[in-house]
């Protein structure tokens, strides 16, 4: 099974952004979304940003993560 997860670009240089997953940054690469910037989201998956996508669909989609993530502890 394959995750992609949303994450918030934060800073870009060149071809590589540091991307926000909920306070834990991380360096992706943005070579299939070229006119991404600072502010959007994107989908990552293995690295590499794959898809830009709005910024409700991303919040609501990290809502649901939180959800998943607090059922799975109890």
């Keep these: 099974m394959c995750l992609a997860i949303p994450a918030k670009i934060v800073e870009i240089k060149d071809n590589v952004a540091m991307v926000d997953f909920g ?5 992706v690469r943005i070579d299939f ?4 910037k600072v502010g959007d989201y994107v989908i990552v998956h293995t690295g590499f940003a794959i898809e830009k996508m709005d910024e409700k669909a991303a919040l609501e989609s990290l809502r ?6 607090k059922a799975m502890e109890e």
């Design 23 to 27: 306070g834990v940054k991380r360096e």
């Design 33 to 36: 979304v070229p006119h991404v």
């Design 64 to 69: 649901a993560w939180e959800e998943v993530m």
